[in-house]
T-cell receptor
Framework: SQQGEEDPQALSIQEGENATMNCSYKTSINNLQWYRQNSGRGLVHLILIRSNEREKHSGRLRVTLDTSKKSSSLLITASRAADTASYFCATDYNNNDMRFGAGTRLTVKP | ETGVTQTPRHLVMGMTNKKSLKCEQHLGHNAMYWYKQSAKKPLELMFVYSLEERVENNSVPSRFSPECPNSSHLFLHLHTLQPEDSALYLC?????????????FGSGTRLTVV
C-alpha cells in the first residue's frame, strides 16, 4: 500500500510565487526523499532528509520534516516555468522498499 | 543523462509477444530496482536486486521476469502481457539496498500492450 501521500494533488501558481507541497506518511521512517518528474520521464532526486533532521535546503528548495506529525513539506521559492513538473515524496517503508505517493502536479504559469 | 540508461524508450507489443527491457548503470551502485508507473497511480515497486541477488518481489505476476546478470545490468523479460500492463517502466539504482542516499532513475520505457 502507498506510504507517502502528497497534498495537494495539483497546484497552479504564477511565476515568481512560492509553491508548497505536503507529504504525509503512516509508519516510522529512516529518511524521506523528494523527487521531481517531468512529463513521461524518469524521476530526479531532489533532497533526502533523515529522521533526525528538521529542515534542509538546496538552492530554491526547502524541505521540512515533522516526525511527530509524520509529515513533510517541500517549498519552492521564486518559482519558474521550468519548475512545472510532478513532485513525489518517498519514504523507506520497509528498509529497501521505498514507497512513493501519487504526486503533486505543479504548474507554473509564465 | 542521469547515469541510468533504459532501452528501448518506447515499446509496443502484442499480447503474445516476448520482449525485454534493459537497464544499465555505471555509477558503481550496488542495488537496482524496477518500478511500474501507471496513469494517476503511485509508483509500484516490482523488483529489487542487491549485489545481483533478488531481495524483493512484490507479488508481481509471473509474466514479468527479472534478470540481473551483474551489478551494472538489469533486465525485465515480458511475455503474454495484458493491456493493463501498459505503463511507464522505470529502472532505478542506489548505492546501497536501503536507498540511504537516494535513487537514480532512468528515463523509463513507455510500454503499450495491444
Amino acid at each position: 500500500s502507498q506510504q507517502g501521500e502528497e497534498d495537494p494533488q495539483a497546484l497552479s501558481i504564477q511565476e515568481g510565487e512560492n509553491a508548497t507541497m505536503n507529504c504525509s506518511y503512516k509508519t516510522s521512517i529512516n529518511n524521506l526523499q523528494w523527487y521531481r518528474q517531468n512529463s513521461g520521464r524518469g524521476l530526479v532526486h531532489l533532497i533526502l532528509i533523515r529522521s533526525n533532521e528538521r529542515e534542509k535546503h538546496s538552492g530554491r528548495l526547502r524541505v521540512t520534516l515533522d516526525t511527530s506529525k509524520k509529515s513533510s513539506s517541500l517549498l519552492i521559492t521564486a518559482s519558474r516555468a521550468a519548475d512545472t513538473a510532478s513532485y513525489f515524496c518517498a519514504t523507506d517503508y520497509n528498509n529497501n522498499d521505498m514507497r512513493f505517493g501519487a504526486g503533486t502536479r505543479l504548474t507554473v504559469k509564465p | 543523462e542521469t547515469g541510468v540508461t533504459q532501452t528501448p524508450r518506447h515499446l509496443v507489443m502484442g499480447m503474445t509477444n516476448k520482449k525485454s527491457l534493459k537497464c544499465e548503470q555505471h555509477l558503481g551502485h550496488n542495488a537496482m530496482y524496477w518500478y511500474k508507473q501507471s496513469a494517476k497511480k503511485p509508483l509500484e515497486l516490482m523488483f529489487v536486486y542487491s549485489l545481483e541477488e533478488r531481495v524483493e518481489n512484490n507479488s508481481v505476476p509471473s509474466r514479468f521476469s527479472p534478470e540481473c546478470p551483474n551489478s551494472s545490468h538489469l533486465f525485465l523479460h515480458l511475455h503474454t502481457l495484458q493491456p493493463e500492463d501498459s505503463a511507464l517502466y522505470l529502472c532505478a539504482s542506489s548505492q546501497d539496498w536501503l536507498g540511504s542516499y537516494g535513487y537514480t532513475f532512468g528515463s523509463g520505457t513507455r510500454l503499450t500492450v495491444v
